[in-house]
């Protein structure tokens, strides 16, 4: 619970922070009809913090089932987020609507990965394993 407070106080003020410093005020051209830059480093940020909210997760949460947990967490903010956003029923582009999808799953995918990386990272070698 702790880890999805801190998410959801965190990931707005950050995205504020990067939305402010790289995409306000600058012009990006679009690639393909759908890549654009802002939803790309957007997606980076949400990426990059429930990356970090996941492998917190495995280390606050003391269970075989760490991912599932970490999983619960991005599952959990993605239908906070698309319960509380307007925006979303409202893309009519095909381009709009890959990202707003990317948008949903990142969060899950994220927060999964950071799991798994820190408690593969930090797992302890097993002391009744016998030498080779």
């Known amino acids: 619970m702790v ?25 990006f051209e679009s690639y393909f009809g759908w890549l654009s830059w802002p939803p790309v ?22 269970s075989r089932h760490t991912i599932w947990w970490a999983f619960a967490l991005g599952l959990l903010y993605t239908v906070m987020r698309a319960y509380f956003s307007r925006s979303l029923a409202s893309e009519r582009e095909l381009g709009d609507a890959f990202w707003v999808c990317v948008e949903l799953v990142v969060p899950a995918l994220a927060a999964c990965l950071g799991a798994l990386a820190f408690s593969r990272h930090s797992a302890q070698p097993r002391t009744d394993a016998k030498a080779a």
């Open 3 to 27: 880890v999805l407070v801190a998410v959801v106080i965190a990931y707005p003020i950050v995205s504020a922070a990067v939305s402010k410093a790289f995409v306000d005020g600058h012009v």
């Open 41 to 62: 480093i957007f997606a980076s940020v949400s990426a990059a913090v429930f990356f970090i909210a996941g492998a917190l997760l495995s280390r606050l949460v003391v």
